[in-house]
């Protein structure tokens, strides 16, 4: 018969956080918890005896995180192994035990619960301690980045939102927060996020001929958040980041508005550094965008004879 160990143990709010939801499973099974498979494993008791208040560490007490002095908050399920397996490290299948380990990677965003995720197996001789895996911290990181909030960006259009024409140049940015960032702690480890705005892609609403509305401008894309026209520029300066508009928006060629529809969209990147020195960058689009609408003018000039008299 396989060997029955699993050490389970919080530190803190995780306590708490399993109590809550394994308190209506020990009753069900009168004061034994069940797990996923249906089998029971230990009984859900306080520290003063109280059952159903806080999980106490079941079989395995006194298993430590290596060189943290915390708890041990993994599951670990004695699995079947046979001989040259592996595994097993050359050692025959009575020398030890194989375990599949569950740890607490990741939290329920909607509850605060821990989620489990079975990480590896291991192998523990007779006599040796049992040694958690480490957190992947690439696995954090993706917990880490799924709480930035990334704010939609609010779109300026210089030098004066106001007059803006045909064939006069528009300055176009947006505003930034600099960098965000978000950190994530799992069992000794931790791993922070850095989302910095790289782009800025403009859609300028107009089309390339009002004749065919359906085919617009192409896209145009910025470094960063754009360029803010400087006080007093010219309207002969093009800007770094700018547009000229071809066509008034008129009625008849905007459903009716009058105006263009603006959106700016920015792109993140996002990189993650972790406590153990390992980085990384993450493959997660993070493109908010916002819409504004905006009047085109057409400034004419007009030819006055004897201009004063």
Known sequence: ??????????????????????????????????????????????????????????????????GTGQPDPCWYTPIEAAAGDPRLGGDPPSAGTLYAVSCPDAINSDTGAPVFATLSEIWVRDGQPVVPPPPDPSVIAEQAAAELTVPNPRITLGPDEGKIAVKVPVWLSVDTPGPLSYTVAVRGLSVTVVASLKSTTWSMGEPVDPANPGIEVAAIKCEGPGVSAPPGVSSSVIPPCGYTYHWKSLATRTAGSGKWSVTAT??????????????????????????????VHEWRSSLVANPGG
């Open 1 to 66: 018969m396989l060997k029955q160990r699993r050490a389970l143990a919080f530190v803190g709010c995780m306590l708490v956080w399993l109590s809550i939801l394994r308190t209506s499973n020990a009753s069900a099974t009168g004061g034994a918890e069940t797990i996923g498979d249906g089998s029971t494993v230990g009984t859900v008791v306080s520290t003063d005896g109280t059952p159903g208040a806080q999980t106490q560490p079941n079989p395995t007490t006194g298993t430590e995180q290596q």
């Open 266 to 295: 920015t792109d993140w990147a996002v990189t993650w550094t972790a406590s153990s020195g390992a980085s990384g960058t993450l493959n997660r689009p993070l493109r908010p965008s916002s819409t504004k609408q905006v009047v």
